[in-house]
């Protein structure tokens, strides 16, 4: 038996007494409600391998949702690994086998779709609607149309209340006030309707499933040779949510694109210039940021030419879909991010063709405050970004095992101090600087 360790789930590889490896998954308490994620990921895998696509998942071998199994926790059992296609569901929420939530809300898929009528789309499952493991006090699904959807989001952060910061460091710039969280969230709930009868929205709000996490230590590949090299397998299926299409168009986290980024077909990624006026972390900036943005481009033009509906959902405007991402983030990152993506709906509203007068009003102070203490906040925000980028990591800072640890850590150090040095040129102090750094540093 072997542990291999995962971003919400331990694994266990073990080999059987006829030689056959398995993967045993257990949920970690950072995976949502785990009865019913695991209770999802089970269907998901299943509805994914036998019935709708050719995308190599391991088959799913048991599972249980039921804690108080012999386990003595919830698991699902796979065979170890040797995008899915967008299909047409009725509902947002999540995928599972009727028999499994008997008593929650669900919606049941359509005859054509499931002819054994297995399978239906019940509540959302993950982290973001567990609240804390509380039952919550509003509708986590599944959503028969998109308003429904968007509200549901900002009626779960006026549930939770005041933002709290779960761990120390990567704190945002500030979180605003609690009479000023609450606005936002009932300026966005007073919007939402308008937006969510947007033409553009319309036409790529269909519910569709998409593996939310392509990382590379999700990605299975043949062994490098000379021949060409292809995917074997694609792993971590867990919590993985039907969702408006305009949602889960993204770029695979290895091929997203950095500030500076022009989508479009015929754009390519600004050339290198001027690296030699640079100091040395503005020359790495640089350099990552060239790297990352072709790497991007190359994405979106292959998905521009095989795969038009997705390419044109990862097109629409972000003014426009924002509001569905901020709106379920204010408890975290507090009330900035959203009240931009309002005050800019209210800027650009003719712009964006909208027949009827915008329901919120912003004056042309406010527009301007709002401006400010937004860019505080993307200056923070790029920072976390490039570093997990370079670190290879995620917001809890877990590293693959694919990577060397002591080299990470190293390389983790050497950031740090170069980004101390420009700050300290800028007259921060180390308290300040500590404070933006998304990861712990010792004294």
């Known amino acids: 038996m072997e542990k291999v360790e995962g971003g919400f789930h331990k694994a266990l590889l073990m080999t059987l007494e006829n030689g056959t490896e398995v993967v045993a998954k257990i949920p970690c308490p950072n995976a949502g409600l785990p009865m019913l994620s695991t209770a999802s990921e089970a269907a998901v895998l299943e509805f ?3 019935t709708h696509t050719t995308i ?43 028999h499994s939530i008997p008593n929650l809300p669900h919606v049941p898929l359509d005859k054509e779709l499931d002819p054994s009528s297995q399978y239906c789309i019940g509540p959302a499952a993950s982290l973001q609607w567990a609240d804390g493991g509380r039952t919550p006090e509003y509708s986590s699904g599944p959503w028969m149309n998109l308003q429904e959807f968007g509200e549901s ?3 779960r952060c006026l549930c939770k ?11 945002p710039p500030s979180y605003g006030t609690p009479s000023s969280h609450k606005s936002v969230l009932e300026s966005a709930m007073n919007i939402l309707p308008a ?8 036409k790529t709000s269909t519910p569709v499933l998409l593996h939310p996490d392509l990382h590379m230590g999700n990605i299975f590949t043949t062994e490098e040779s000379k021949d060409t090299i292809s995917i074997t397998g694609i792993i971590d299926w867990h919590s993985i949510s039907i969702a ?44 990552v940021t ?16 095989f795969n038009t509906h997705l390419h044109t959902a990862l097109l629409v405007p972000s003014a426009l879909k924002e ?70 990591t995620d917001s809890e800072g877990w590293i693959s095992p694919v990577f060397d640890w002591n080299e990470k850590k190293n390389q983790h150090v050497e950031l740090y101090q170069m980004f101390a040095k420009k700050m300290l040129a800028e007259n921060k102090t180390i308290d300040e600087i500590k404070q933006m750094w998304p990861f712990p540093i010792s004294s």
Not at 67 to 92: D, H, R, W
Not at 290 to 305: D, F, H, I, R
Request: net charge negative; hydrophobic share 40%; charged share 25%.
């Open 48 to 50: 994914v391998v036998r």
């Open 56 to 98: 190599p998942v391991p088959k799913v071998l048991a599972w249980s949702s039921d804690s108080k199994n012999p386990v003595g926790a919830e698991y699902i059992i796979l065979e170890k690994a040797k995008g899915v296609q967008l299909t047409k569901f009725p509902a947002y929420g999540n995928l599972y086998f009727r």
């Open 153 to 155: 989001l900002a009626k």
């Open 161 to 171: 209340g005041f933002p709290t910061v779960r761990a120390a460091g990567c704190r």
């Open 195 to 202: 937006v969510s009868s947007h033409p553009n929205l319309v």
């Open 244 to 287: 408006p299409k305009f949602l889960q168009a993204r770029w695979p986290v290895f091929l997203e694109p950095l500030d500076s980024y022009t989508p479009g077909l015929i754009e390519k990624p600004e050339p290198l210039s001027g690296l030699e006026e640079m100091d040395a972390a503005d020359r790495a900036v640089a350099k």
């Open 290 to 305: 060239y790297e990352q943005n072709y790497l991007a481009k190359a994405y979106e033009v292959c998905t521009g030419a």
């Open 323 to 392: 509001i569905y991402i901020r709106c379920g983030e204010t408890s975290v990152d507090g009330i900035f991010p959203l009240r931009s993506c309002l005050a800019e709906l209210y800027k650009y509203w003719s712009d964006l063709r909208f027949m009827e007068p915008c329901p919120i009003h912003f004056t042309e102070s406010e527009l301007s405050q709002y401006e400010e203490e937004l860019a505080k906040y993307e200056e923070w925000n790029d920072l976390q970004v490039l570093v997990k980028r370079a670190l290879d």
